[in-house]
């Protein structure tokens, strides 16, 4: 059974920082573009990063760029994303998700879960002081 599983979520004060991690289990994460998306209490949900499968391109969301980095290590089958200098409305539920096309679903400044195949249940970050 193919499964992506995050971790790395917790309380952090506004300006720290944390590392989420998204791991494929039954399938190499190498092959897929992943995507990290957040859903924040009473929101819909929004595409954050994106990593492809092709050319490891990067994508941002404006409301993280700069501040958070998505990155893949092939040896641990995982991807990251590295979130620093959080802000209270960073305070979500972050969902990783792996589509097995070659390029992230990028509509102007909006990442898009089209093709996502695969989800995770979700890791929370809550970001208060």
């Known amino acids: 059974q193919l499964q992506v599983v995050e971790s790395g979520g917790g309380s952090v004060q506004p300006g720290g920082s944390l590392r989420l991690s998204c791991v494929g289990s039954g399938f190499r994460l190498y092959y897929y573009t992943i995507g990290w998306f957040r859903q924040a209490p009473g929101k819909e949900r929004e595409g954050v990063s994106c990593i492809s499968s092709s050319y490891g391109s990067t994508y941002y969301a404006d409301f993280v760029k700069g501040r958070f980095t998505i990155s893949r290590d092939n040896a641990e089958n995982a991807v990251y994303l590295q979130m620093n200098s959080l802000e209270p409305e960073d305070t979500a539920v972050y969902y990783c998700?792996?589509?097995?096309?070659?390029?992230?679903?990028?509509?102007?400044?909006?990442?898009?879960?089209?093709?996502?195949?695969?989800w995770g249940k979700g890791t929370l970050v809550t970001v208060s002081s």
């Open positions: 998700a792996a589509n097995p096309d070659f390029f992230c679903a990028v509509e102007g400044s909006t990442i898009s879960d089209s093709g996502m195949d695969y």
